[in-house]
């Protein structure tokens, strides 16, 4: 989300994709997420996000 999969995984160590796409499908999650609940005009709370 936003920083190339290839420098990610130079920063984070991880020596395949498939390492990294634990975490980076995690983090889209959480986006999905919070654009739903900006979309519905409502407030997240932290155990939606759990």
Same mark, same amino acid.
């Given at each position: ?7 990610a995984?130079? &920063?984070? !160590?991880? +020596?395949?994709?498939?390492a990294?796409?634990?975490y980076? &499908?995690? !983090?889209? +999650? ?5 654009a739903?609940?900006?979309?519905? !005009?409502e ?8």
């Open positions: 989300m936003g920083v190339d999969p290839t420098h995984r130079k &920063l984070t !160590g991880h +020596q395949s994709e498939k990294l796409e634990r980076t &499908l995690r !983090g889209e +999650q959480e986006a999905a997420i919070a739903y609940y900006r979309a519905v !005009g407030e997240m709370e932290k155990q939606d996000l759990e």
